[in-house]
């Protein structure tokens, strides 16, 4: 019990403390009256060890394939500190697509390389749509003048889109939201003088411009994550399920394609790779330090994998807020 507990604070990014929560112990003897309560050094330690089962685990996986396909990613914790993540991803000899962290480690300055930032050169516009967002939403009078003028334009959106993350999804989500309301803040600007912040034309060009190419991204980005290819007709094609079936006729072949098709799935699909600042480790986890960030990050993968468990998706989709119009 105290190892799926461990894996449990792991996968749920739970504090070590919550094994003294009062209730979590009344459970825990209403369903086990032998049940000894365990405390927070001790729950630590049993998470290291999980973490060192999972990691011998994830070595004999890695014995099994040939290649992997590496990324690396920047996080920042609210201390400032930098971070970098390592992931691969491979194609098992069942022709299942794995990816696994395999290091979660701190970045100590000074930095020798330059960091991708694909949004930098608009950062001054992002800013100015975010905040043009945050101020419809600040009153419930704001947001009646909004969405009467949305009524007079006959907009058929109901919300705004505002991102509360740096993940360039829903950056991209917030800005062709926003591009679609173009009309009703050139007017909102005449019924609200405390509003500032409205894009020039110049500036919605330029936002126009970056959409219509991350709308092509998002779109591959979906398809490789779903562990598809789109074919010319517009169909989903399952490639890894079609190898498969073909293995013992393209044997050769088969091998070849389960090595290139991990490839995409790296370059494309990693959420943050036109981040305006990285992503951001929870408080709570970033004060333990270094080792044990990397320990927790990487044993809350191999755990949720294990387990065949998905990742929260209210978790992943607090990159993006929804203002919605009365």
């Not at 330059?114 to 905040?131: C, S």
């Not at 609200?192 to 959409?211: F, Q």
């Not at 007709?233 to 991990?262: C, H, Q």
């Not at 995409?264 to 943050?272: F, K, R, W």
Request: glycine share 4%; proline share 3%; charged share 25%.
């Amino acid at each position: 019990m105290r190892e799926v507990i461990s894996h449990m604070i792991m996968v749920h990014e739970l504090p070590f403390n919550f094994v003294e929560y009062g209730l979590f112990n009344v459970v825990m003897k209403e369903a086990n009256p032998g049940f000894n309560k365990i405390s927070r050094a001790s729950v630590k330690q049993d998470c290291i060890s999980s973490y060192e089962i999972g990691k011998k685990r994830v070595q004999i996986l890695l014995d099994s394939v040939k290649r992997v396909s590496i990324t690396t990613d920047m996080w920042t914790s609210n201390q400032n500190i930098h971070y970098m993540v390592v992931t691969c991803h491979f194609v098992d000899s069942d022709f299942k697509l794995h990816k696994r962290i395999l290091s979660f480690v701190d970045v100590p300055p000074p930095y020798s390389g330059v960091f991708h930032d694909g949004l930098g050169e608009i950062d001054d516009i992002i800013h100015n749509v975010r905040e043009s967002v945050k101020h419809v939403n600040a009153s419930p009078g704001r947001l009646h003048i909004f969405s009467e003028l949305t009524k007079q334009l006959s907009m058929p959106k109901k919300h705004l889109i505002l991102d509360v993350s740096t993940r360039w999804n829903a950056t991209y989500a917030m800005l062709s939201t926003a591009l679609e309301f173009k009309e009703v803040f050139v007017n909102y600007v005449d019924r609200e003088s405390t509003y500032t912040t409205l894009l020039s034309e110049e500036d919605w060009k330029k936002v126009e411009e970056v959409c219509s190419f991350l709308a092509l991204f998002n779109e591959a980005t979906k398809s490789f994550q779903e562990g598809v290819l789109i074919g010319e007709s517009g169909v989903y094609f399952d490639a890894l399920g079609w190898w498969k079936e073909n293995n013992l006729k393209f044997n050769i072949l088969s091998k070849m394609a389960a090595d290139i098709l991990a490839i995409p799935v790296t370059t494309v699909a990693s959420e943050s790779a036109f981040s305006a600042g990285g992503r951001v480790i929870d408080p709570h986890r970033s004060s333990l330090g270094t080792k044990m960030v990397d320990m927790l990050v990487c044993g809350a993968d191999w755990y949720r994998q294990y387990y065949e468990l998905e990742k929260n998706k209210n978790k992943q989709n607090e990159d993006i807020m929804h203002v919605e119009l009365p």
